[in-house]
């Protein structure tokens, strides 16, 4: 912390980092919930946490989820000077706030005309962005409250530096800039911006944000949208409440026993559910992959329960070959199928499998154990091949969705539907790769397994209930 006084007597900006041992963060997820430990002081205040989307928006769910603090984006765009874009001579903001820098104004001697033509190009992709994250739902406001504005890292420090210059001018009292790792010299370089900068790495050879994460895959709009409705359901009122040991209505971490081994998890549980959804994540991914939880909201509306748990122990991950051994991660599978069975809350539900790519592998060998009943099975991008001879013993209603352009998997996911004798359908997503990264996929991706969950499940219900 700084509290020195400037050169005209007015306190300094209060300053604070983390010189960390910079080892990278496992994932967006990670770095949110350890930036959040960091940020803990800030908790009761009147705090709003805002989200640069998109990347940061995942990290500030971890920030806003720790200090029970409103979330929302701030969508904001710097306005670039035509010939040296990377220049900003401003910044705007929603609903009109517009900040000009009027030094770099007259430095290079913009016209009014030149500058009216880029506002307007950027004013149109600031509203189409904030309808797109927003739909119906308004900004909150900034009125004398302290915005922490959260992004997954500070390159440039452009985007940042706009966005604390329109929260400002949306009227918040205090701009706390909050970055799981920046340059060494983020302090500096926000000092003009921000009344506190918090990072937790400053690498002493910074190239990259993506440097400081092992998976730092893209996140796509839904995920951001996903990520905003729950934080609206989560944080506008009393924490929600605990499931662990003991499932009921509510949403919350659980400690899932597993034959020998215990594997963490999280589980959502809807009012009245009609059945529950297990999701087995693929290699190198964990129950906080924002795909499968974008998926798992979808479904959780659908009145769908969800269990999204970790495979492996940590010990167990350290060992490569764990995460391709399709028999191992089957056998957990059922183990967490047997557990759900004896919990309060869920014994009663249908039980739905959903894998992605190695997990789908898994999810199709435990379906086609004895000592489990499920309902369906929807592989997302999944690895069936890695199934083997399981695949001639499934029997539950199985869908296949695979992206158009994933050319190699789509060839083994066709082969797979022909290998397996109960009711089997692939859909292809056209234009969509592996990830299902592209605009508008990964929502396909969500819509087909809702639909395909809720119809298979009741016709199990319709069953045993006739």
């Known amino acids: 912390m700084d509290d020195r006084n400037d050169a ?28 959040a430990t960091r940020l803990e002081s800030f908790r009761g205040q009147d705090v709003v946490v805002l989200g640069l989307p998109r990347g940061g928006v995942p990290v500030a769910f971890e920030v806003a989820k720790r200090l029970q603090a409103p979330l929302d984006v701030l969508v904001v765009r710097k ?49 189409r962005r904030s309808e797109r994250f927003r739909g119906d739902h308004g900004r909150i ?102 499931v662990a040991g003991n499932p009921r209505l509510g949403d919350g971490e659980v400690e899932v026993r597993a034959g020998e081994v215990t594997v963490s998890g999280h589980l959502t549980v809807p009012e009245q559910p009609i059945g529950i959804v297990v999701f087995a994540h693929g290699s190198g991914s964990s129950r906080h992959s924002p795909r499968n939880r974008y998926v798992a909201e979808v479904l959780n509306r659908a009145g769908l329960a969800t269990l999204l748990f970790d495979l492996l122990t940590p010990a167990e991950e350290l060992d490569r070959a764990n995460v391709f051994d399709i028999e ?20 009663t539900l249908p039980v739905g499998y959903f894998g992605a790519s190695t997990g789908a592998g898994a999810a199709l060998v435990a379906a086609a154990d004895p000592r489990v009943r499920v309902a369906a099975v929807v592989s997302r991008g999944g690895r069936p091949d890695l199934a083997g001879q399981a695949l001639s013993k499934v029997h539950a209603p199985t869908l296949l969705i695979v ?30 790769t592996h990830l299902f990264e592209e605009p508008g996929a990964l929502e396909q991706v969500a819509v087909l397994a809702r639909d395909w969950f809720t119809d298979h499940i009741s016709r199990m219900v319709a069953s045993a209930n006739p």
């Open 8 to 35: 005209q007597g007015q306190p300094a900006r209060r300053l604070a980092w983390l010189r960390a041992d910079n080892r990278p963060f496992e994932d967006r997820v990670d770095a949110g919930r350890q930036l």
């Open 79 to 127: 306005l670039g000077v035509p010939y040296q874009p990377e220049l900003a001579f401003g910044a705007i903001g929603e609903d009109g706030v517009r900040v000009i820098n009027n030094a770099v104004v007259e430095q290079t001697r913009l016209s009014q005309d030149d500058m009216d033509a880029v506002e307007r190009a950027e004013r149109r992709e600031l509203e």
């Open 141 to 242: 406001s900034l009125g004398e409250r302290v915005a922490i504005i959260v992004d997954d890292g500070v390159a440039t420090g452009a985007t940042a530096k706009a966005a604390c210059q329109v929260a400002r001018a949306e009227g918040a009292s205090r701009v706390v800039l909050a970055v799981p790792i920046g340059p060494d010299d983020v302090a500096e370089r926000f000092a003009d911006y921000a009344d506190e900068i918090v990072c937790l790495q400053t690498p002493p050879f910074f190239y990259a944000v993506g440097q400081g994460y092992r998976n730092f895959t893209q996140t796509s709009d839904e995920e951001v949208i996903a990520l905003l409705d729950r934080a609206r359901a989560d944080f506008a009122g009393p924490a929600a409440a605990s």
């Open 328 to 347: 191992l991660l089957a056998e957990r599978l059922v183990g967490v199928t047997q557990w759900l069975a004896d919990q309060p809350g869920t014994a």
């Open 403 to 432: 992206g158009g352009h994933d050319r190699l998997v789509l060839e083994l996911n066709r082969r797979a539907q022909a290998a397996i004798p109960g009711p089997c359908k692939l859909e292809v997503i056209p234009g969509a």
